[in-house]
């Protein structure tokens, strides 16, 4: 049918049509909160460059926690920063970290909200590297070991979903076989499968202080001008036993979200990382964009490129929007 007889503003035309016509839906539940887990009681320490995000000692991450769950958000994701930093990232795999701290509180005071941890040594380790070092070189099957005992302390402290965002060859196998052997089967894996070297994490560094000492991650994070290696990696952690792969970051890879999404159908995050988090912020700061249409906006495309989950820091923000509050 062509124009006049097909006339596509016909069901433009009033907020009642269009939200009959809505192809894609946006709601609370689609959310994962990151939180930033330190040392400190009661202690909120403001992440300069990313406003409205702050470091939080354990009590205040099971505040965070709680409202998230009050706003319909189902689920947060734990960062730790220890105070103690080395060369193999001890406190990674410290069962009295704060991580594994935060998660035990969380559990216990909010239940009903799942627990997923980041599992990498970047935080935990001097050089601010993922892995360990090597003849100057991140070591890929000497990482492995060190991630199993991150992913499994984080089981032990009751976490509902693991997520390693590390890109070492073969983590995701080697964590599954490990949290099978323990007794950890209904452990989830959320790989971050198809992790860019991204310009886009700044913010992100130093909110968990891990900036690398020396070089960069593009030994081990893709290369963002590589779509089918994606679809390689995507498919690696899916046959190594991952539950949910994630393509990170978000904004400037949608076309990445939609490909995995397109050829596995296999549940896919997008994590809407903290550079997309903080341009938003500092223009809207500026009074040069309108912050909360924006970010609704930005949100719905990712879901509409494919994505089921978005790893966020507009969580609350947009699930109160979303609840007209
Ligand atoms: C740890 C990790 C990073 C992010 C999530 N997990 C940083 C990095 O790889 O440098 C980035 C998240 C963000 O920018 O919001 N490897």
Redesign the pocket.
């Given at each position: 049918m062509d124009f006049p007889a097909y006339r596509p503003r016909r069901l433009r035309r009033n907020e009642r049509l269009r939200s009959m016509m809505r192809e894609t839906a946006l709601a609370p539940t689609n959310f994962i909160y990151?939180l930033f887990v330190g040392a400190g009681k009661n202690s909120f320490r403001p992440v300069p460059s990313m406003p409205g995000v702050a470091q939080l000692s354990v009590d205040r991450a099971m505040k965070e926690a709680e409202e998230a769950a009050s706003l319909g958000i189902p689920a947060v994701i734990l960062?730790g920063i220890p105070d103690r930093k080395d060369a193999v990232g001890t406190e990674a795999y410290a069962d009295s970290g704060f991580v594994q701290d935060a998660v035990r509180a969380i559990k216990a005071r909010v239940p009903e909200i799942l627990v997923v941890t980041?599992v990498?040594l970047?935080?935990y380790t001097d050089h601010g590297h993922?892995g360990v070092i090597k003849n100057g070189d991140v070591d890929n099957d000497a990482t492995l070991e060190l991630l199993v005992k991150e992913a499994l302390s984080h089981a032990r402290a009751g976490a509902d979903i693991v997520a390693p965002?590390?890109m070492m060859d073969g983590r995701v196998g080697a964590i599954r076989k490990a949290l099978d052997r323990e007794g950890f089967k209904q452990v989830a894996i959320m790989a971050y499968a198809a992790?860019y070297a991204s310009g886009?994490?700044a913010?992100?560094?130093d909110a968990?202080e891990?900036t690398p000492q020396f070089g960069d991650?593009r030994s081990y994070?893709m290369d963002p001008a590589n779509a089918d290696e994606a679809l390689r990696e995507v498919e690696l952690d899916i046959r190594e036993g991952a539950d949910i792969v994630m393509v990170k970051p978000a904004m400037a890879y949608l076309d990445i979200v939609y490909r995995v999404k397109l050829k596995f159908g296999y549940p896919v995050a997008a994590?809407n990382?903290?550079?997309e988090y903080s341009l938003i912020k500092a223009a809207a700061q500026n009074g040069w964009i309108d912050e909360r249409r924006i970010v609704m906006e930005l949100l719905l495309s990712i879901r509409r490129a494919g994505a089921d989950m978005i790893l966020t820091y507009f969580a609350k923000d947009a699930a109160r929007e979303l609840r007209g509050k």
């Open positions: 990151p960062f980041d990498c970047c935080e993922c965002s590390d992790k886009f994490y913010p992100f560094r968990a891990s991650r994070q994590y990382v903290s550079g």
